[in-house]
């Protein structure tokens, strides 16, 4: 590059680094749950790379595809983008927001975006893949993927690695956001050995100063160079530029502190994991990097001996419960239910297959991970688990009935999942024992019963309330356990009212709808209407926005029981 030029285009990724950055700051105040920390790390290698390779190319097999599988740092390619023009600025308000393309993590809907991302490594295979894509098709363009260091304790994202190696793709280039750090604090220690490790796997290793726009630069020139696999390293530091959180494993400047007026079904979690420790000398909890984000932390902090963090790594984490199993302990694997199901395969061989005693906790479940969107928000996970032999599904209601629902099973041997929300949890329950198997009668009627899970059933008490003053008369049970399933209450409830109505912060494919229906077809056939999320999720400010969007409210409830009803 001559050096004139080279000059000009430092100057101006710094102009659109500092600007982008600005707009950073400002995002975290509009929204508290925006990934500053990780996108301020990640904003100069973005800028660096929209200003310098062919990303806007209308000939897919001319331009380059920029790859941000590291998909929390979305803020800062929305922030670059804004500046390069490629969306409104007055979009970045809306960040966040259902109806914005701008979501937690990228998707495609975004010009310029190839990979929708989200799911950690899952975008560094899919790089791999479209180089092989383009290599088979001729094309001339590269695919430039941002990985980050926390990422790669996922093993896919070394199959990943391993194949570009061994098929020594030189239009991959693999770029590196090292800032030592993730969200429980810093990245493993066996990565001070990751540039020997890339080497050894056959990649040649270019390291730079990723927030130095000139280093950025050659780094990449020098790499275009290189005839086979590549990897550049840039050493960032999470949070550049904020000082309240630069250098630290915190994401925002501002915590969110949970929804207004409704208890925390995490924060529950993490009490009765506590008071388990204390009843349970041979209980452990193993965690993949949210022990802070799940409250396993707690558990930590008191039995740090009986503390197993793995890192990000879900099936590794599976692996690990179940041999804690066979050794004859009581292990608790505790993770996001999104990404507990990335190791359903392991429960599935291993815990379920050899009925092994290991609790499998999963958090932020259904919508409650609203700000991340529809990468983090599992609405399959009932229908996965619940399909497992030996396998008990719980869904607890709210806070209180979370807590008892740990306890209950520390008691119950054999494999479990337990559905948990994030801090949108309502109280419906009362102060009576918790029982595995057992549905509970909130309400009582005569007309329709209204049958849910979770803490959507505080729209069908509200629901039921409504019904009552239309002079119809709604009985409303809560299915805290839908595996096994309490058949004898929903047939009586069949019986009694003739028409049966579910309710679930879940696909209707699989989830408490088709539970039930399996239970009514079989038993006493009734007619039944299922209310639950079709497709995936969305982005949002709270979670009650997004059951408003998702049209999970008491409103639709009153709207569908009315209609089964009347016969229509």
Known sequence: MVKGARANLVNKIKEVSDRARSILTGLSLIDPHTHLGSSLSSLDILATLYLMVNAFDEDPLKRDYIILSKGHAAPALYAILSELGVINKSELMMINEPWSPLQGHPETKLPTVPVSTGS???????????????????????????????????????????????ARLSNLYV???????????????????????????????????????????????????????????????????VSEIEGTSRQRILDDGGEPGFGSMRDAVGKALLEA??????????????????????????????????????????????????AGLRPVAIAFSMFVMRAWEQVRNTVARMNLNVKIIGTHAGLSDYA????????????????????????????????????ALMEHQGPAYVRIGRDYGPRITGDGEFRIGRATVLRDGDDVAIVGSGPVLWDALMAAEELGKLGVSAMVINLSTLKPIDADTIIKAAKKTGALLTVEEHSTTGGVGSAVAEVVAQGYPVPIRMIGVNGFGRSGRSTRQLMEYMNLTHRRIVEEALRLVKGE
């Open 120 to 166: 950690l490594a899952q975008g560094l295979s899919t790089a791999v893949g479209l180089a092989r894509g383009l290599l088979a098709k001729g094309a001339s363009g590269n695919v430039f993927v941002v990985v980050g260091d926390g990422e790669l304790d996922e093993g896919q994202a070394w199959e990943a690695l391993m194949d570009a190696a061994e």
């Open 175 to 241: 770029i590196i956001d090292y800032n030592g750090v993730q969200l429980d604090g810093p990245v493993r220690g066996v990565k001070a050995a990751l540039v020997d490790m890339l080497k050894a796997l056959g990649f040649a290793v270019i390291e730079c100063d990723g927030h130095d726009p000139g280093e950025l630069i050659d780094a990449l020139i020098q790499a275009h160079g290189v005839n086979g696999p590549k990897a550049i390293i840039a050493r960032t530091i999470r949070g550049r530029g």
């Open 277 to 326: 420790g204390e009843r349970y000398r041979d209980l452990y909890v193993i965690t993949a990097d949210v022990g802070g984000s799940t409250r396993a932390i707690w558990f930590k902090e008191k039995y740090p001996d009986r503390y197993i963090d793995v890192g990000i790594a879900e099936q590794h984490m599976i692996g690990v419960a179940s041999g804690l199993a066979i």
């Open 372 to 407: 991340d969107g529809a990468s983090h928000q599992v609405l399959e996970d009932l229908s996965l688990m619940r399909t497992l032999p030996n396998m008990t599904v719980v869904v607890p209601a709210d806070p209180n009935e979370a807590g008892k629902a740990i306890l």
